[in-house]
């Protein structure tokens, strides 16, 4: 087996070709994913920031939300930025009542916590597990996470401004999200954090 791992970004919404160029400069085999098909040759999945119920319903039309479902029960990992840690959450305030999720993370998010996208601003995140000091985050109409179950860890909170201590990234196990997008800043620490985190899973 190669050391490769492969890694799927769901393709149906959002920031999807700059998932792939930060996975692949992170040491990992990146492809969009869009039918059950090309989810069946991935190892992991990364589900972008756009707008979750966008991504929802495209999610049942491309017959792609059993799948997903069967393979993170299974422990495939998983992970979301923005609105793909909405996807993941258990709970979602604010959200559409037609909005489904993947309900991985047990944990409660808020949607368009921070704002509008008026209100999109950068802060710096210490992440636990990154080494290399504060990550330069991103926040576009983001979510936070209001509350996590015993199983999940709090990687990453807010450490200054209005919004200070609150929780913006987390993982349960082989599932990870942040309320930011690492995607857009050229830093590819937490994608390589997250291929070394498929690597051990494999």
């Not at 939300?65 to 422990?75: L, S, T, V």
């Not at 109409?141 to 807010?158: D, F, H, I, K, S």
Request: with cysteine; charged share 20%.
């Amino acid at each position: 087996m190669s050391d490769t791992p492969v890694i799927g970004v769901l393709a149906l919404q959002g920031d999807v070709r700059e998932h792939v160029t930060a996975l692949a400069g992170a040491g990992a085999d990146a492809r969009p994913v869009r039918r059950p098909a090309e989810l069946d040759a991935v190892d992991a999945l990364v589900i972008p920031g756009g707008e979750s119920t966008t991504i929802s319903k495209l999610a049942d039309i491309f017959e792609l939300r059993e799948p997903i479902d069967k393979r993170i029960a299974g422990g495939m990992p998983v992970y979301g930025s923005c609105a793909g840690m909405i996807m993941l959450a258990t709970e979602v305030l604010d959200g559409r009542p037609d909005q489904r999720g993947f309900a991985g993370i047990e944990m409660t998010v808020r949607r368009n916590a921070f704002g509008r996208q008026v209100d999109s601003f950068e802060a710096p995140v210490d992440v636990a597990g990154v080494e290399g000091g504060p990550f330069h985050a991103v926040f576009i109409r983001a979510p936070w996470v209001e509350r996590v179950g015993a199983g999940v860890q709090v990687l990453g909170t807010v450490t200054e401004g209005p919004s200070a201590g609150r929780i913006v990234a987390v993982r349960q196990g082989n599932l990870l999200a942040t309320s930011f997008h690492p995607e857009l800043t050229g830093d590819t620490r937490v994608h390589a954090y997250f291929v070394d985190l498929v690597r051990t899973a494999r």
